[in-house]
């Protein structure tokens, strides 16, 4: 995963998260173990973070409204790898909730779907699902997830007030994106490229949101990467995202504090023009929205440019997937179905926007963003909907990441170490944690 704190990229999109809460001691079996009242009772485990509480209880609301005849009774789990633990634990032993909320990609593939998940092919809905989405709840050519939240992207934040008042366009390719920071240096009015070091997990946007150019270029690296080979020193597409972090340096279009701002500088600063364009992830513009909110409709997003205009687009982390595990059976099951197919439809995406403001597009065709959502999310949605316009980042594709990816983009990001001995350096860096997970060729 991407590591940001916390770890879940869903749960840091939260503007608060909940203290921990103790597991609850019932087990699922006893959770509406029988009907109540002639009504079917279920259960469903999320981790315990605000966002998604909140989210869980209002899809719940909604859902029971349009279904009397059944009740769902939320329980929480820890986040992180104690949460892990807990719903592996819970589907090896037959005492999962009826329905489960999780992550997507790598994560979803450790819970071995095809003997502990209810496959969901035969549901109407399936064919809704984004192509991207489905990819990442798809195991042995089964889809087993409906999408529980949106998509959320690494992207150029840019500000739309310094574009304006310098007549620039927004760039589709690498060398557009450069002269458009040549000018915006030679103005002297904001930075044009913001970096965040101080938080070193902000460094590495150039390198993990460029992945769409580098499916691009070559749709099979994250296979080939997967299987050792494949290296991002020897892959000039890959290459690419370490140099643009040595050009950006090398260029002085940094802001002068990019050594030791923070996180919470970069969201100011872009909101409020002190600098032209923030790698970041889309889940920043929660927090703008919050802290800046008469600014946050100044900031709008564009994806990291490459070589070729043809095909710009953009790099998307997948939302987490609602799940049925294979002990969820008889009258719970058909209610569980229900639940699903409510989350997947333009009315679940609907309760799911009036708990959480969406960091990105749904991932259910026919769901809309609402009106109000910041103009950067309304940005993505024309990559999402356009075909080949959006690609997976390489973390849902394969589950090789080095640790020390953050450290690295920093070196490379701040001169201090160039761009193709960066990319070898990571590259060695990934060996040891593919060997760990017992990775063929490596």
Aim: hydrophobic letters at 40%; one cysteine or more.
């Amino acid at each position: 995963m991407f590591d940001v704190p916390p770890r879940r990229l869903g749960a840091f999109a939260a503007a608060a998260v909940a203290s921990a809460l103790a597991l609850t001691a019932c087990s699922a079996g006893s959770l509406g173990s029988s009907d109540e009242g002639g009504k079917t009772a279920i259960s469903l485990l999320v981790d315990n973070a605000e966002a998604t509480v909140k989210t869980a209880e209002q899809v719940v609301g909604d859902f029971t409204a349009k279904n009397p005849d059944i009740t769902v009774k939320v329980e929480t789990r820890p986040q992180g790898t104690e949460g892990d633990n807990i719903v592996k634990t819970r589907l090896s032993t037959g005492d999962m909730s009826d329905v489960f909320i999780y992550n997507s990609g790598s994560l979803f593939q450790a819970l071995k779907p095809e003997q502990n998940l209810v496959a969901l092919d035969d549901q109407s809905y399936v064919g809704q699902l984004d192509a991207n989405f489905k990819t990442t709840v798809t195991a042995g050519g089964k889809v087993y997830g409906a999408p529980f939240g949106t998509f959320m992207g690494g992207a150029v934040l840019y500000n739309r007030k310094v574009y304006e008042r310098l007549g620039l366009q927004v760039p589709k390719t690498w060398s557009e994106f450069m002269a458009n920071n040549a000018k915006i240096k030679a103005d002297g009015k904001a930075a044009p490229v913001i970096q965040t070091y101080q938080e070193t997990w902000t460094s590495q946007l150039f390198i993990l949101g460029d992945f769409h150019n580098v499916s691009a270029a070559d749709s099979a690296f994250a296979e080939k990467y997967t299987k050792n080979q494949a290296k991002y020193a020897t892959t000039p597409a890959a290459l690419e995202g370490f140099a643009h972090l040595q050009e950006v340096f090398d260029a002085g279009y940094l802001n002068k504090d990019f050594a030791s701002a923070k996180y919470e500088d970069g969201q100011r600063m872009i909101a409020l023009g002190e600098g032209a364009h923030y790698p970041m992830l889309t889940a920043a513009v929660a927090n703008i929205a919050i802290n800046n909110p008469d600014k946050v409709n100044d900031v709008g997003l564009f994806a990291l440019p490459g070589t070729d205009a043809a095909t710009n687009g953009l790099t998307v982390w997948a939302p987490g997937g609602a799940y049925i595990p294979a002990s969820t059976s008889g009258a719970k099951l058909e209610a569980a179905r229900k639940l699903l197919a409510f989350i997947a439809s333009p009315d679940g995406c609907t309760s799911q926007a009036k708990a959480s403001p969406p960091t990105g597009p749904f991932a259910v065709k026919g769901c809309e963003l609402p009106a109000d959502v910041p103009q950067s999310i309304k940005d993505m949605q024309p990559y999402i909907d356009r075909e080949g316009g959006s690609s997976l980042a390489l973390e849902f594709l394969s589950p090789v990441k080095g640790p020390s990816l953050e450290q690295i983009c920093v070196e490379v990001g701040s001169g201090i170490r160039k761009a193709p001995d960066g990319a070898a350096l990571y590259d060695r860096d990934v060996e040891k944690q593919a060997q760990q997970l017992g990775l063929p060729g490596w």
